[in-house]
């Protein structure tokens, strides 16, 4: 168990639809980031938090947005979702942002849009 | 953007086996990680090498370093078959210095 946290597990939803992924990352952790893993894309970056704040942003769609309460707990909130945007959504945390230090993953999101 | 990229994409071997993995980027860095997934599973950290550092070692694994060539290498000795799964190098984002950025990974086959 790596202590980061992500609800739900499984979602199926039709095209059009919005959806909200949530991350609870470590406790004491201050970074989170989302990632998209889809068989022909690999891993994708999307977004990066660090103690509330936008810290980095890579392939996000405007469609997707993130983020990440004084709680430090992150939503991802994805809209007018299309087939395509079926994949495994993970998010992870680290204590610092970047690649002093291991970041831990969640068990994902199993996003599947019909 | 930075990012590793992987090579092999894919590598079978018979347990007992060693299995080596590369992974190239494009700029500098500061450090690399390297992590591992069990099919659907979250990723899980294997090990990460500083810029000044050559070699690292952790049981079974061994990382390289080459910052001249941009490269690194993980190497899983006396495979076994518990090791099937994907492999991915981390590296930094150029965007603000703080995002890891995964290859698409080597999806490492053993078996007994």
């Known amino acids: 168990d790596s202590g980061v946290t992500q609800t739900p597990k499984h979602l199926i939803t039709a095209t059009g639809q919005r959806v909200t992924l949530r991350c609870s990352p470590r406790?004491?952790?201050?970074?989170v980031y989302w990632y998209q893993q889809s068989l022909d894309q690999g891993l994708q970056f999307l977004i990066q938090y660090y103690n509330g704040e936008e810290r980095a942003k890579g392939n996000i769609l405007e469609r997707f947005s993130a983020q990440q309460f004084p709680d430090l707990h992150s939503e991802l909130n994805l809209s007018s979702l299309e087939l395509g945007d079926s994949a495994l959504y993970f998010c992870?945390?680290?204590?610092?942002?970047?690649?002093?230090?291991?970041?831990?993953f969640g068990q994902g999101t199993r996003l599947t849009v019909v | 953007s930075q990012q590793g990229e992987e090579d092999p994409q894919a590598l079978s071997i018979q347990e007992g086996e060693n299995a080596t993995m590369n992974c190239s980027y494009k700029t500098s860095i500061n450090n690399l990680q390297w992590y591992r997934q069990n099919s659907g599973r979250g990723l899980v950290h294997l090990i990460l090498i500083r810029s000044n550092e050559r070699e690292k070692h952790s049981g079974r694994l061994r990382v390289t370093l080459d910052t001249s060539k941009k490269s690194s290498s993980l190497l899983i000795t006396a495979s076994r078959a518990a090791d099937t799964a994907s492999y991915f190098c981390?590296?930094?984002?150029?965007?603000?210095?703080?995002?890891?950025?995964f290859g698409k990974g080597t999806t490492l086959s053993v078996s007994s």
């Open positions: 981390a590296t930094d984002s150029n965007q603000a210095g703080t995002a890891l950025i």
């Open positions: 406790s004491g952790d201050l970074s």
């Open positions: 992870a945390s680290s204590v610092i942002a970047g690649l002093n230090t291991e970041a831990f």
